[in-house]
């Protein structure tokens, strides 16, 4: 008997009953240490005294959150879109009006609350395609083969969701970088697929190695049906932005071996480094002529998160699928149709990502200002970063080519690895766990992305402020010193 | 390719609604036709079909959007106030930033005490709501976890006939066995505790039943069920050891007099602490019915009762790997559970759009059951709420003889027909389950009342024509 004299009653729903592929589901990004960061910040609120007076979040790839703002004509159409009475007020420019009222009109009821195809707006795809028609210098793109989504995130995932299948030693395996944003690991975890982790090579700016890619999958085929292969690039956590060579020589693979390939493209605007391009994998594919472009399945993702957007909370995307069964794009179709449609407003801002102001328009000279600047800044971090964690003992820093994020490999006294380790942690977490108390500076550890065996890294993000980034990267020399030194 | 997904239906976006963008592309090229415009009385869409979003929440959307115009003096204050709590919630101030997984706090907070009023004071925990991208999400998000075990002991879903195809398509995609129940025809599609023991019983010979999903008000019958009968549902989910899913997000759209919305949690409390500290109940809301009809938003919350303390936690993780539903979706959430209030600048517009609104709904459902109940070999239950009909069609034999020819459905057969004809566009009653042998279509309520008179017209029209022809 209970407390209150009911019969004790096991609960329907416990972690035996559960569906055990979520148990098996991890996403360090929002994991144990981010939960740790938002207790600390409450505590912080309720006046206990810390050796800091904030949490910096440096944990997640969210540009607003650590004050980067919003483009000033994205929002200006948004507003039009929500309010239309907007459309009166002489404060908003001519280009944002008509923009929002060419979206208008392609909503039910003139509407921004109507459900949309479950594709997405006839008209934003469209233009999502001569978007992509613009940027690969000319190559087609079929607004058919445009799925608007919610967030990168729900194509990717609907995409493996359509790759899984199999039992046993048939069951899909899909490969994926090492490291990895872990959606991948988590997706495949729940979707009960096989992950084939591919090493990226720290040593060559964690560049892609064909022979790798051959290592895993030969290594794969003993114990599953290797489907898939996955490359995120501009790469997360890594940065890194693979050559135009590389990218040839994945397809080649892709080809070769009989792979879907899926291009995690949504830093393609965030490139810094001399010398580094953005090259699509559509591009690409069709530039190496018919015997590949006509063969080789590819889904390339993209969202309105990242770049110089930062639209994290409008859940905006799309995915390009290129050489998709017809009868699987029908499956496709029908699937994505079970959730109604991806948010309106999260169109609406792709919209106008993929279609900005025009050299000849009112808004033009402020969003490039605001875009220009943007990347600049981010750039910078980026240079910044990578030069004072290189000048750590104990850090090292690959360049930052790209994307959002540095993901340096730290040296650990084998003091602090046997410490964790009896603590049943991870060694980086540990480490990371003891620097978010001791300075309120909130990474996500290696072990959360995936490193080669008795390595260690942190993921910390170039979002916050510059000078606000000095002071973390300065805390953090600090604290490695003086846990190197504590652990020796 | 994952055949799990091959099996997967959802007749409301399904072929025949295929077939109705094909003909209004006809028609925009010129193709001549019987008719000149396509209704598509398909889905619960109710901008699509001319119905005006509330004014106080576009407001409110359009200050988070663009704060700027928080200095213009447009708005009203109450606006401006709702707008500024959101942003200050929100990471950097900017609906672009992502909010925590579970939905932004004070959104949550707002959200609980809604349920807590609404519910006559049984309070609301803001850790037990989860925020999400329409209904939709946190009822797949609540099947998932519930999905478990093989063959014989994989995971029973109860669901009734007929059901919103949401429920038939995530039981398919997640290989979960399910299990029907069939509201009563005769009875007004109400639910019959000896019709759930019944396929109860019969589904533990070949799966494991686990959870017993409702949706009150009813889609797409439109009944709203009586206290009484949640209750006997409550005690049955209690005594058979079931997980229910309380879909209510047709909660405000009651028109039938004598009828009246009960929360399953309302219910469950009220019932007494033998119940309220053991059934697990999730009840889900949306913001894209009711009076709102925001559907476009993808906005949504779940409140989670008596769920395990570490499933709990895996569903936090869980929801985490998407990051966080949509933060316009949120916001306009906000608004929904937090309305203006008697006093406030905006309250007199706010009610008198939310009672048109509402009562145009009422009128159009009553006037869809008359119309159709005029018709011969159509019978059409009260429509006690929701935003649909889902009346009985009598099908001749040879109608049917030609449809089962054909491969079609009969019912499919007839609405396809239909649409040909009249440029009517419904979902045939076998996307939605039905007693076999009977055949139904379901039809929105949401046109213009104008248009929905000629509509319905133009069905009975259709129906007398069809009942002849294949006499």
Not at chain 1, 418 to 429: H, L, N, R, S, T
Not at chain 1, 477 to 488: A, G, I, L, T
Not at chain 2, 234 to 255: G, T
Request: net charge neutral; with cysteine; glycine share 8%.
């Amino acid at each position: 008997m209970t407390e209150n004299g009911c019969e004790y009653r096991e609960r329907v729903l416990t972690m035996d009953t559960m569906n055990p592929n979520v148990k098996r589901v991890e996403y360090a990004v929002r994991g144990p240490i981010v939960q740790r960061a938002v207790q600390i910040e409450r505590e912080l609120k309720m006046g206990i005294k810390k050796p800091f007076t904030e949490v910096i979040k440096a944990n997640i790839g969210d540009c607003h959150a650590m004050g980067q703002k919003p483009i000033t004509f994205f929002r200006q159409v948004l507003a039009l879109c929500s309010y239309p009475d907007l459309l009166e007020d002489s404060k908003f420019p001519e280009d944002a009006k008509s923009r929002a009222r060419r979206i208008l009109q392609a909503c039910g009821g003139g509407s921004l609350g109507a459900y949309s195809t479950s594709q997405g707006i006839e008209m934003v795809r469209q233009d999502v395609a001569r978007y992509i028609e613009r940027r690969d210098g000319g190559i087609t793109c079929d607004p058919d083969n445009i799925y608007l989504s919610t967030g990168a995130s729900d194509a990717i995932v609907t995409m493996l969701k359509l790759l899984v299948s199999g039992e046993g030693a048939s069951r899909t395996g899909v490969m994926i970088s090492i490291p990895q944003y872990p959606l991948y690991s988590a997706a495949l975890a729940e979707l009960g697929a096989v992950q084939i982790s591919y090493y990226l090579d720290e040593d060559n700016c964690w560049s892609l190695d064909i022979n790798e890619l051959r290592r895993a999958l030969q290594e794969a085929k003993k114990h599953c049906r290797p489907r898939a292969l996955c490359i995120i690039n501009p790469g997360n956590p890594t940065g890194q932005v693979q050559s135009r060579q590389c990218i040839e020589d994945v397809i080649r693979f892709a080809a070769e071996e009989h792979l879907f390939l899926m291009a995690d493209e949504v830093y393609q605007d965030n490139v810094y480094a001399d010398g580094c391009k953005f090259h699509s994998f559509k591009k690409v594919l069709f530039e190496m002529g018919m015997e590949y472009s006509q063969k080789v399945e590819l889904a390339s993702f993209h969202s309105t998160s990242k770049c110089y957007m930062g639209e994290c909370g409008f859940r905006g995307g799309y995915m390009e699928v290129v050489n998709l069964d017809p009868e699987v794009k029908v499956q496709l179709t029908k699937l994505v149709s079970v959730r109604l449609c991806p948010p309106v407003p999260g169109q609406a801002l792709l919209d106008v990502v993929v279609s900005p102001p025009q050299p000849d328009e009112p808004s033009y000279d402020t969003f490039m200002k605001e875009r220009t600047d943007t990347l600049a800044t981010l750039a910078e971090k980026a240079s910044m970063t990578q030069e004072i964690l290189n000048q750590v003992p104990g850090i090292k820093c690959n360049p930052v080519q790209g994307a959002m994020y540095t993901f340096p490999r730290i040296q650990l006294p084998p003091k602090a690895i046997q410490e964790a380790k009896e603590k049943g942690q991870a060694p980086d977490m540990f480490y990371c766990m003891k620097l978010l108390e001791e300075k309120g500076i909130c990474l996500v550890p290696g072990s959360g992305f995936g490193q080669r065996d008795g390595t260690y890294h942190f993921r910390m993000t170039i979002l916050p402020p510059k000078e606000k980034l000095k002071i973390v990267l300065a805390k953090i020399k600090e604290f490695h010193q003086h846990f190197v030194e504590q652990y020796s | 390719m994952n055949a799990n997904v091959k099996k997967v239906d959802y007749a409301v976006r399904g072929p025949i609604v295929q077939r109705a963008v094909q003909i209004e592309k006809e028609l925009k090229e010129g193709v001549k036709k019987p008719f000149e415009e396509v209704i598509k009385a398909n889905i619960g869409d109710a901008h699509a079909m001319g119905q005006r979003p509330i004014t106080f929440f576009r407001q409110v959307m359009a200050l988070c959007t663009y704060p700027e115009l928080l200095d213009d003096n447009k708005f009203p204050e109450d606006a401006k106030n709702r707008a500024r709590r959101i942003l200050q919630s929100c990471g950097g101030n900017s609906i672009g930033a992502y909010t925590t997984s579970q939905g932004i706090d004070c959104v949550r907070h707002d959200v609980a005490n809604y349920i807590q009023r609404r519910d006559g004071g049984i309070p609301s925990d803001p850790d037990n709501i989860y925020l999400t991208t329409g209904a939709s999400d946190g009822i797949v998000t609540i099947l998932k976890l519930l999905t478990a075990g093989e063959g014989r002991t994989r995971t029973g879903v109860m669901i009734s006939i007929p059901q919103y195809p949401l429920y038939s398509a995530s039981i398919a995609e997640l290989g979960a066995v399910q299990v029907s129940y069939y509201l009563n025809e005769e009875k007004c599609w109400s639910l019959d505790i000896s019709e759930l023991q019944r396929a109860l019983q019969a589904a533990r010979e070949h799966c494991n039943p686990r959870v017993l999903c409702i949706i009150n008000p009813g889609n797409p019958t439109g009944q709203v069920q009586s206290r009484q009968c949640i209750e006997d549902v409550i005690r049955f989910a209690a005594k058979e050891n079931l997980f229910l899913m309380a879909d209510e997000v047709y909660q405000d759209n009651v028109y039938a007099e004598g009828c009246k919305f009960h929360s399953f949690k309302k219910v469950l409390f009220e019932m007494g602490p033998e119940y309220s500290s053991k059934v697990e109940l999730a009840s889900f809301h949306s913001t894209s019915k009711c009076y709102m009809g925001e559907c476009g938003f993808r906005g949504g919350y779940m409140e989670v009762i008596n769920m395990d303390a570490d499933v709990k936690a895996q569903l936090t993780k869980l929801v985490s790997v998407r990051l966080c539903p949509p933060a316009p979706g949120q916001a306009l959430m906000d608004l929904v559970v937090n309305s203006p209030q008697p006093g406030e600048p905006s309250y007199q517009t706010f009610m008198k759009e939310r009672t048109a609104v509402l009562s145009a709904l009422a009128e159009k459902a009553k006037l869809t059951e008359e119309i159709l109940n005029t018709v011969p070999g159509i019978s059409c239950n009260p429509v006690q709420g929701a935003m649909y009909s889902f009346p009985r069609i009598t099908l001749p034999e040879r109608a049917i003889n030609e449809a089962k020819a054909k491969g079609q459905a009969p019912d499919m057969f007839y609405c396809m027909k239909l649409l040909e004809e009249t440029g009517i566009c419904l979902v045939p009653g076998s996307g939605f389950g039905q007693r076999e042998g009977t055949y139904h279509f379901r039809m929105t309520i949401l046109p213009p009342t104008d248009k929905l008179k000629i509509m319905l017209n133009k069905l009975k029209e259709f129906h007398q024509k069809f009942t002849q022809q294949y006499s």
